[in-house]
């Protein structure tokens, strides 16, 4: 990921950012320590601009795709109630085994369920009736699309969905490998559609935020 703000305005940000609480340090030394992809991570920044967006619209529930290692989904579960859930999804068992034990140490992370497989497929088993209030799209940029149009009908009305990397290091401007195409595919129909609200921020790597009517 190709920062697109300066090394030092990144440090005021975050220096300027509520920080996190010390296992997330942890959670960060770990994946470092033992992923090969460890900057997938949302980060400190990301991580708590989620949390206080659950906080805003006040979620109960909470539907994420794409756990890795469980930095974002704790951010979040941190601002659900105690009996709030928060659904997560991904299709690696050993990423999802370093969720699992840091969910295991915090407070928060008995709101949290894995759902591990392809998550197309474990999106189409979620039964319908007990709506999202805010959808967190953070997995292969590829199917950001089929994400979207597979979880608008499991989002309430004036409920968030929010997808991650939609700047993509700057290739936005000039796509050639298909997860660029992913991203600008993904950015122009939630641009287009009449069902949302939505605005693209330049938050860490871009994201888009897209407001149920
Ligand atoms: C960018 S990482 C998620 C980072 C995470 N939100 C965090 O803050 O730590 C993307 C994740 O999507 C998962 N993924 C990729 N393709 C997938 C698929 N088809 N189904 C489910 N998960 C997938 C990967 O295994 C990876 O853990």
Known sequence: ????????????????????????DELREATYASMTSPQMQVGRVE???????????????????????????????????????LLTLDIDPEATRIARSFFDRSPHGKKI?????????????????????????DADKERYVDYYEAVLPLVRTGGLIVG???????NVL???????????????????????????LSIRDGMMLARKL
């Open 47 to 85: 991580g708590t601009f989620l949390k206080t967006l659950c906080a805003l619209v006040a979620a109960r529930r909470v539907l994420e795709i794409g756990t890795f290692t469980g930095f974002s989904a704790l951010c979040m579960a941190e601002a659900l109630p105690d009996d709030g859930e």
């Open 1 to 24: 990921m190709t920062p697109i703000i300066s090394p030092e305005l990144d440090d005021y940000i975050e220096s300027h950012t509520r920080p996190r609480p010390p296992l997330f």
């Open 164 to 170: 991650d990397n939609t700047l993509w290091s700057g």
């Open 174 to 200: 000039s796509p050639k490998a298909p997860s660029d195409h992913g991203i600008c595919r993904f950015n122009d129909v939630v641009n287009a559609d009449p069902r949302v609200e939505n605005v693209l």
């Open 113 to 137: 369920r894995i759902l591990l497989g392809n998550a197309l497929e474990t999106l189409r088993t979620l039964p319908p009736g007990s709506p999202f209030d805010l959808v967190f799209i």
